[in-house]
């Protein structure tokens, strides 16, 4: 119904910057919330941030807070994570994911794209 691809990964050094994209297709309209997940080498996979489509309201794990910065655009059914002052610790898969309106939990996710930190 709904599908997630995640891109903008990549290699970056401590202090640097990088772009996630989200592009989703399918019955995007039934897509509520939209939020961006991490999962390291050797551990579970953490929220990082979401979005809520309508208004752009935005939550972040404090991990990220205040480095890390979530959007969306509605008319071309994207999300973006913009990450800046990235650490080492950031290093992980990131994966896109999205929650239909009226349900608890998130219902899609895509494959995710590497991000690698270097000091």
């Known amino acids: 119904q709904v599908q997630l691809v995640e891109s903008g990964g990549g290699l970056v050094q401590a202090g640097g910057s990088l772009r996630l994209s989200c592009a989703a297709s399918g019955r995007t309209g039934s897509m509520s919330y939209m939020g961006w997940f991490r999962q390291a080498p050797g551990k579970e996979r953490e929220f990082v941030a979401s979005v809520l489509l309508s208004a752009g309201r935005t939550d972040y794990a404090d991990s990220v807070k205040g480095r890390f910065t979530v959007s969306r655009d509605n008319a071309k059914n994207a999300v973006y994570l913009q990450m800046n002052s990235l650490e080492r610790e950031d290093t992980a898969v990131y994966y896109c994911?999205?929650?239909?309106?009226?349900?608890?939990?998130?219902?899609?996710w895509g494959q995710g794209t590497q991000v690698t930190v270097s000091s």
């Open positions: 994911a999205a929650q239909n309106y009226g349900s608890i939990s998130y219902n899609y």
